[in-house]
């Protein structure tokens, strides 16, 4: 059976008094309860013992000037002045005579709203994670007002900012052995001006390289000495501004094993056989001492689930294979790579994925299981690709699961999208904002989920 106390039987008898004769009615010898004790109050006597409420507001009756209490039911302090909203209230709370009360605050919506001003990266820090977006150099220096809007969401909604490839090689190293970091300098730069964690994205990948590189007829040798000395040269002009860098991305097949190894045949592999290894150990002799932390980054890893279905990054088709082994691959490697010493510190999860992916529970064990092993676990690239007939509201469900599954453990330290505006999808309607920059259900989803409603 419910009980209540005294106080707050009281407050809602009062309540139910004042919705039915109307508040502006004066109805004698009755206080209204506040919803905590008298604020900005003018105090007419010291601690008085009373037996009750109804003493306490006797005692308040009988003093000219006493207009209002604050009283546990055996303590009672008269008072003058007394600020403060109408409501339920129990313990000590403060009781204002009837007809003098201060007007009560509106209800709350039904479910509740965010604040007006509540933003994503404001509901993120207070539960102590980093919300991201990919961010786009080009986009940045737009001088028009889709790049006004673009920076203002950018610099309001994110605490953490990735490149989105203005620090990949064709711009860091177009030719071999000349860096140039204008592109990289551009959401670097921005990112601290507006008070953004910069996260390095990425410094070795077997796509999406210089011609240079991909074409060089280079030996062994030679492609060794190129990756620890780009690696080192990147992570080291940036030092400490990077949070983290994803030093190696995308190395294992997408059907690990089938061909003898786990890694997919690359500029990188078989030529270097160790690449993976010698990227981290280059990365961390430059920048480790400084607390830079170092991730793999891939794609299809996110779940346990041996039927969760994710999409191919360049293509968007979806990988039938089955994500667990590749997920089990990513994470046995990244054990051995600790067990060996090697110097990983992270776990990229990219996560694009289609709006019926349901694998929430599969992705909530991949991350303890990181967890388990001192891996901190980045969502690093989520989309969601809405293809046909899908609402925007399924859309927004499917990124709640995934922010729940995130912030399911403490090892799961960012949440971010791979952009956050529509109009720059790399396929349409997938991101938190719609082409017109105009917020979806899917940011209103993310937003009340990390205020934890």
Wanted: contains cysteine; glycine residues 8%; charged residues 15%.
């Amino acid at each position: 059976m419910l009980q209540l106390s005294s106080g707050a039987l009281f407050s809602l008898l009062i309540a139910g008094v004042s919705a039915v004769v109307g508040y502006s009615a004066e109805v004698e010898n009755t206080y209204v309860s506040l919803t905590t004790t008298c604020q900005n109050a003018n105090p007419v006597s010291g601690s008085i013992n009373v037996t009750s409420l109804q003493d306490c507001f006797a005692h308040c009756d009988d003093v000219d000037n006493c207009n209002s209490v604050d009283t546990d039911g055996s303590q009672c302090y008269l008072k003058s002045h007394c600020e403060g909203n109408r409501g339920a209230c129990s313990g000590w709370c403060g009781y204002v005579r009837n007809g003098t009360a201060p007007s009560p605050p509106p209800p709350p919506p039904y479910p509740p709203k965010p604040p007006v001003n509540t933003t994503l990266r404001d509901a993120a820090n207070k539960r102590g994670i980093f919300v991201g977006s990919a961010i786009n150099a080009g986009h940045l220096q737009q001088n028009d007002s889709d790049g006004d809007k673009y920076r203002s969401i950018a610099a309001q909604q994110y605490s953490l900012a990735t490149a989105e490839n203005a620090c990949k090689w064709p711009s860091t190293e177009p030719e071999k052995g000349k860096f140039d970091f204008t592109s990289c300098n551009v959401v670097a730069d921005f990112a601290r001006e507006h008070d953004i964690t910069f996260r390095g994205h990425n410094l070795c990948w077997g796509n999406y390289n210089p011609d240079w590189l991909t074409h060089g007829n280079f030996t062994s040798e030679e492609m060794r000495s190129i990756l620890v000395n780009h690696t080192t040269t990147v992570s080291s002009y940036y030092g400490t501004r990077a949070y983290g860098w994803d030093v190696v991305n995308e190395a294992v097949s997408d059907n690990p094993g089938a061909g003898g190894s786990i890694f997919k045949p690359t500029v990188w592999f078989p030529k270097v056989p160790d690449y993976v290894d010698l990227a981290f150990n280059a990365t961390n002799a430059a920048v480790g001492k400084e607390g830079v932390k170092l991730f793999y980054n891939d794609y299809n890893i996110a779940s346990m689930d041996a039927d969760a279905v994710e999409l191919h990054p360049v293509t968007g088709e979806p990988l039938r294979m089955g994500s667990q082994k590749k997920s089990d691959a990513v994470y046995d490697m990244i054990k051995s790579m600790r067990a060996r010493g090697i110097p990983v510190h992270g776990v990229g999860l990219q996560c694009h994925i289609p709006v019926d992916f349901s694998s929430f529970s599969g992705v909530k064990a991949n991350i303890a299981r990181y967890a388990a092993l001192g891996v901190e676990v980045h969502i690093t690239e989520l989309d969601i690709s809405c293809k046909g007939s899908c609402s925007l509201q399924e859309q927004a469900v499917t990124y709640a699961g995934m922010l729940e599954a995130c912030l399911s453990s403490p090892a799961c330290k960012n949440f971010e999208t791979w952009g956050f505006t529509d109009k720059y999808a790399w396929e349409s309607h997938q991101l938190p904002y719609d082409s017109n920059f105009h917020t979806k259900p899917a940011y209103t989803a993310l937003l009340e989920g990390l205020l934890g409603h």
